[in-house]
T-cell receptor, first 112, second 109 residues
Framework: DVKVTQSSRYLVKRTGEKVFLECVQD?????MFWYRQDPGLGLRLIYF???????EKGDIPEGYSVSREKKERFSLILESASTNQTSMYLC???????????FGSGTQLSVL | GQNIDQPTEMTATEGAIVQINCTYQ??????LFWYQQHAGEAPTFLSY??LDGLEEKGRFSSFLSRSKGYSYLLLKELQMKDSASYLC??????????WGLGTSLAVNP
C-alpha cells in the first residue's frame, strides 16, 4: 500500500528554534511537495522537489528551506521558527505529471 | 486559490444529492482533481478528470467541461460522514497543482 509518512503528528516549538519536519515516501516517487494549510487560505505550496538534490520554490518559501538528499526523504526546515508559522504542514508525493497526489497525515505545528 | 473558484460553504440533508461546482482558468489545463478532507486530516483523492464528461464512482461523480473551465462533484445519497471539505485542484503544464480554497459541506440529519 502507498505510504507517505510524516515524522510527527503534533509539534510544539518556541520562537527562534530550528525545526525539522521529516517526510518519507515508499513509492519511489520522483516528485515531493511541502504545503501549509491555514483556515481561509487553503493549501499553499512552500517548496517542491522533482529529483534528489533538486528543489524549487513554491508560492511561500520565505522562512523555510528544504533538503532532499535521498529520493524517499524530503525535509522541511524552519531556520528560526516564528509564531506566524503555526500551521498544518502537509507533505505529498506524486509519481509524475497528471498523477494524483499522495498526502502524509500532516503535522500540526504550534510555535509559541 | 489562484484562478480557481468554488463555493465556501454548502449545507445539505442526509439522503439528498449535492453538487459542488468549481471554475478554473483554462490556459495550460492538464486535468482537474477533487479531494475530500475531513477536519484535522490530510486530503484524500476522490477523482481526476482530463476529458469532458461525467465519471461515476459509486455515490460520487465528477464532471468536466474543458471549454467552459468548469467542473462539478456530485454526491448522492448523502451520509453524515460526507461532512467534510471538498477541494478542487487544477493541473497545469508543470508539476504543481493550483488549489481552490475548498467547499465546506455540512450534512444535516
Amino acid at each position: 500500500d502507498v505510504k507517505v509518512t510524516q515524522s510527527s503528528r503534533y509539534l510544539v516549538k518556541r520562537t527562534g528554534e530550528k525545526v525539522f519536519l521529516e517526510c518519507v515516501q515508499d513509492m519511489d516517487h520522483e516528485n515531493m511537495f511541502w504545503y501549509r494549510q491555514d483556515p481561509g487560505l487553503g493549501l499553499r505550496l512552500i517548496y517542491f522537489s522533482y529529483d534528489v538534490k533538486m528543489k524549487e520554490k513554491g508560492d511561500i518559501p520565505e522562512g523555510y528551506s528544504v533538503s532532499r538528499e535521498k529520493k524517499e526523504r524530503f525535509s522541511l526546515i524552519l531556520e528560526s521558527a516564528s509564531t506566524n508559522q503555526t500551521s498544518m504542514y502537509l507533505c505529498a508525493s506524486i509519481p509524475g505529471r497528471g498523477e494524483k497526489l499522495f498526502f502524509g497525515s500532516g503535522t500540526q505545528l504550534s510555535v509559541l | 486559490g489562484q484562478n480557481i473558484d468554488q463555493p465556501t460553504e454548502m449545507t445539505a440533508t442526509e439522503g439528498a444529492i449535492v453538487q459542488i461546482n468549481c471554475t478554473y482558468q483554462t490556459s495550460g489545463f492538464n486535468g482537474l482533481f477533487w479531494y475530500q478532507q475531513h477536519a484535522g486530516e490530510a486530503p484524500t483523492f476522490l477523482s481526476y478528470n482530463v476529458l469532458d464528461g461525467l465519471e461515476e464512482k459509486g455515490r460520487f461523480s465528477s464532471f468536466l467541461s474543458r471549454s467552459k473551465g468548469y467542473s462539478y462533484l456530485l454526491l448522492k445519497e448523502l451520509q453524515m460522514k460526507d461532512s467534510a471539505s471538498y477541494l478542487c485542484a487544477r493541473a497545469g503544464n508543470n508539476r504543481k497543482l493550483i488549489w481552490g480554497l475548498g467547499t465546506s459541506l455540512a450534512v444535516n440529519p
